[in-house]
């Protein structure tokens, strides 16, 4: 089965426009890669169209080799963005085919592989994606950890200090480095999820990391206001990623995952894009501290 490409501006139904549940029984060890998910997701590549909105910028991204920060990077790229790309080394594969998308629009892709968890690796990741693309105009919080579990007591500390470090740490170390780097204008986007308010049963640890997202992006968005820099973020509901079926929902649910929204089927990564763009474009001037469901 492959995602139906489609024209992103021709009118037509959002309920039939992409893939519906049942989906094939499928299975990876986290943190999975994008092409082998069944079917692929679209993130855009065939049918993102940019105008320019992000001329000259300089954005990082997290977890831009898959899902969520693949569209993002894509859009990005297309909108005029040069990009530096953070994912773990393990997501090579992936990395490698947006470095190539991002060239193709004769954009940069600086490529900076590494663990978010290590606080000393978010502050060399921020130094060196100034350095190499010259400034920092965007800074893209993607990159997350899901491990679905049924049961608190099946929740380690190992596993809730991990989530904790992936999702909330690290947008702490990543910002904490970046603000002083940023010009007036400057933009920070990170990615709550509709878990920060509907939490599910099984994300005991991830909805609570997501409920700090919306917290801290509100706080800093005070905070920085004064510099120019906006901070908003992006809370998607249940979108068409490698990140579910690689241990963030119960292998049983994926079949039928998005079944219950009410559009009925999960969302695609380039359907967030657009989004994003937005909050990083001028066009938004007068958003701030604001979570967009
Ligand atoms: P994804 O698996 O494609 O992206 C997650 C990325 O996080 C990975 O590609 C990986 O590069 C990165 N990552 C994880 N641990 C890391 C670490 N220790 N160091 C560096 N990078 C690390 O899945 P996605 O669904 O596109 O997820 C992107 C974001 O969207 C996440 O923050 C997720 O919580 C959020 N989100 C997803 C959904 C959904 O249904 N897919 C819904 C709401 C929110
Ligand atoms: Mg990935």
């Known amino acids: 089965m492959s995602t139906k490409k489609h024209d992103q501006f021709s009118m037509q139904n959002p309920l039939t ?4 549940p049942p989906f094939p029984a499928q299975g990876q060890p986290a943190p999975g890669l994008d092409a082998k998910m069944n079917p692929e997701p679209d993130h855009g590549e065939a049918t993102y169209k940019g105008f320019g909105r992000l001329a000259g910028r300089r954005a990082l991204i997290t977890g831009a080799d898959s899902g969520i920060g693949r569209a993002v990077a894509i859009a990005f ?12 080394p393990v997501e090579q594969a992936d990395a490698r085919e947006v470095v190539k998308l991002i060239e193709a629009e004769g954009r940069r892709a600086v490529a900076i592989p590494g663990d978010l968890k290590d606080e000393q690796f978010c502050k060399s990741l921020v130094d060196q994606a100034h350095e190499q693309l010259g400034g920092l105009d965007i800074l893209v919080n993607v990159a ?4 679905a579990r049924k049961d608190v007591g099946q929740v380690s500390s190992e596993q809730f ?14 910002c904490q480095a970046a ?9 920070i ?3 709550a999820s509709i878990q920060s308010y509907q939490p599910s049963a099984t994300l005991l640890d991830y909805a609570t990391t997501k409920a700090a997202i919306v917290a801290f992006t509100k706080a800093l968005a005070k905070q920085v206001v004064e510099r120019g820099i906006r901070v908003n973020a992006v ?3 249940p979108i068409w990623t490698v990140l579910q079926p690689s ?44 979570v967009f469901g």
């Not at 790229?77 to 773990?88: K, M, P, V």
């Not at 603000?179 to 933009?187: D, E, H, R, S």
């Open 235 to 237: 809370a998607p509901g």
């Open 77 to 88: 790229a297309r909108e005029g963005a040069d990009i530096a790309l953070n994912y773990l």
């Open 247 to 290: 241990g963030g929902q119960p292998a049983e649910k994926i079949p039928h995952f998005g079944e219950q929204v009410p559009m009925k089927r999960p969302g695609q990564p380039a359907e967030c894009a657009p989004l994003y763009v937005l909050l990083a474009s001028q066009e938004s001037s007068y958003i701030t501290g604001e």
């Open 189 to 191: 986007i990170n990615t």
């Open 161 to 174: 200090d991990a989530t904790m470090k992936t999702n909330v740490y690290a947008l702490f170390w990543l």
């Open 144 to 147: 997350g950890k899901q491990v």
């Open 17 to 20: 426009q992409y893939p519906q």
């Open 179 to 187: 603000v002083p780097l940023m010009p007036a204008g400057a933009t």
